[in-house]
Antibody, heavy 118, light 109 residues
Framework: QVQLVQSGAEVKKPGASVKVSCKAS????????INWVRQATGQGLEWMGW????????GYAQKFQGRVTMTRNTSISTAYMELSSLRSEDTAVYYC???????????WGQGTTVTVSS | SYVLTQPPSVSVAPGQTARITCGGN??????VHWYQQKPGQAPVLVVY???DRPSGIPERFSGSNSGNTATLTISRVEAGDEADYYC????????????FGGGTKLTVL
């Protein structure tokens, strides 16, 4: 079945970087953009950016420009989101999502908890 | 960037109809998608392209979109429908390609 499986929880110190992976299965990875969304505890969904797995083209929300990098490895159908210069406000659950069925975000990863604490 | 406005909370008794709104400038010209999120879980798509339902979503979930307001309607509400609901559109006019509403907490009384 179509699914996105993300890497496990991370604990990082302020100023460090984190790299979250998102492995796709059940569909052609390069055919649909991967979007990254985060959610702080008790807060709403916040879109971070997108990546075209075929071309590698990316687009980032202005808030994260300069701190986020989205990449992929097509040989293993995996997308990555790296966030640098972490601060406590980056503590959140990070989701990848794609659109193999419709024009919406119809498939989501299970989420990766990133905790930034000294 | 484009802004979507949702009420923070909606309450409804079991068996009644819940309506959750999503306001945006001329939102009727865009396709609106709705997600349900239960505590500790990833969002789940319940309505896409204003009014279509993904496979496996009950017919009790429906959507409409016109003018400046899109609406998610949940008929015959059940206890299991209690969750946060988010509307979403694509906005190609800015760097914020994906726009979410702030979310609405549906409470089943």
């Amino acid at each position: 079945q179509v699914q996105l499986v993300q890497s496990g929880a991370e604990v990082k110190k302020p100023g460090a970087s984190v790299k979250v992976s998102c492995k796709a299965s059940g569909y052609t990875f390069t055919s649909y953009d991967i979007n990254w969304v985060r959610q702080a505890t008790g807060q709403g969904l916040e879109w971070m950016g997108w990546m075209n797995p075929n071309s590698g083209n990316t687009g980032y929300a202005q808030k994260f420009q300069g701190r986020v990098t989205m990449t992929r490895n097509t040989s293993i159908s995996t997308a990555y989101m790296e966030l640098s210069s972490l601060r406590s406000e980056d503590t959140a659950v990070y989701y990848c999502a794609s659109s193999p069925y419709s024009s919406s975000l119809d498939v989501w990863g299970q989420g990766t908890t990133v905790t930034v604490s000294s | 960037s484009y802004v979507l406005t949702q009420p923070p909370s909606v309450s409804v008794a079991p068996g009644q109809t819940a309506r959750i709104t999503c306001g945006g400038n001329n939102i009727g010209s865009k396709s609106v998608h709705w997600y349900q999120q239960k505590p500790g879980q990833a969002p789940v798509l319940v309505v896409y392209d204003d009014s279509d339902r993904p496979s496996g979503i009950p017919e009790r979930f429906s959507g409409s979109n016109s003018g400046n307001t899109a609406t998610l309607t949940i008929s015959r509400v059940e206890a299991g429908d209690e969750a946060d609901y988010y509307c979403q559109v694509w906005d190609s006019s800015s760097d914020h390609r994906v726009v979410f509403g702030g979310g609405t907490k549906l409470t089943v009384l």
